[in-house]
């Protein structure tokens, strides 16, 4: 089974540029989650989608940040634009679905470090 | 809003002893709970859940965590460690009284594995 798949790895720009991520989840995986992970803290959730509807997105700067997952399958995170804060790993996580309870594992994806200069 | 507390930053230890990183959440009615272990340059992997019944889950790699409900904690413990353990560990919560039972990971817990 392969796993969550995110590109690019790396990635560094200039404040006030844009950037944009995407994430590839597992196949038949209903949700997928964006977490911001700041070095030297744990995984914050940006946004999470069930399907292609959005179920939480309260913690993402919306006057910045977006994010979409069209057809309910992959999803592309874009900051526009930039700013020094958002230098973080950007990670990716899917899983079966809320409907099967709190519980479900999420697996996560490799991440995108971003370096914002 | 829960909340997660990873008392340990960082936690140096020698080979084949054994360690205990602590990890105590808000109160809650009931919560899932979740340790995640992250190598360097990769994404999260899961080490263990607890859902509900036995308070003691075991999970992979010999890894073991306890939930106490009175002191809200779970606390992950392994009898001997190896190099090959040295990671980032965090304790996470999943609330089921929150929409989509969102996920709040604590900080982190550097396992530093000496030879």
């Known amino acids: 089974e392969a796993g969550v798949a995110q590109s690019p790895r790396y990635k560094i720009i200039e404040k006030r540029q844009s950037v944009a991520f995407w994430c590839n989840p597992i196949s038949g995986h209903a949700t997928l989650y964006w977490y911001q992970q700041i070095l030297g803290q744990g995984p914050k959730l940006l946004i999470q989608?069930?399907?292609?509807?959005?179920?939480?997105d309260s913690q993402l700067p919306k006057d910045r940040f977006s994010a979409e997952r069209l057809k309910g399958v992959d999803s592309t995170l874009k900051i526009q634009p930039a700013k020094l804060e958002d230098s973080a790993v950007y990670l990716c996580?899917?899983?079966?679905?809320?409907?099967?309870?709190?519980?479900?594992?999420?697996?996560f994806g490799p991440g995108t470090r971003l370096t914002v200069l | 809003a829960q909340s997660v507390t990873q008392l340990d930053s960082q936690v140096p230890v020698f080979e084949e002893a054994p360690v205990e990183l602590r990890c105590n959440y808000s109160s809650s009615v009931s919560v899932y709970l979740f340790w995640y272990v992250q190598y360097p340059n990769q994404g999260l992997q899961l080490l263990l859940k607890?859902?509900?019944?036995?308070?003691l889950v075991k999970g992979i790699n010999g890894f073991e965590a306890e939930f106490n409900k009175s002191q809200t904690s779970f606390h992950l413990r392994k009898p001997s460690v190896h190099i090959s353990d040295t990671a980032e560990y965090f304790c996470?919560?999943?609330?089921?009284?929150?929409?989509?039972?969102?996920?709040?990971f604590g900080a982190g817990t550097r396992l530093f594995v000496k030879a």
């Open positions: 607890y859902l509900s019944g036995s308070t």
């Open positions: 989608f069930q399907n292609n509807g959005v179920v939480d």
């Open positions: 996470a919560v999943s609330d089921p009284d929150t929409g989509g039972f969102k996920t709040i």
């Open positions: 996580a899917s899983s079966w679905g809320i409907l099967a309870g709190g519980e479900n594992e999420q697996f």
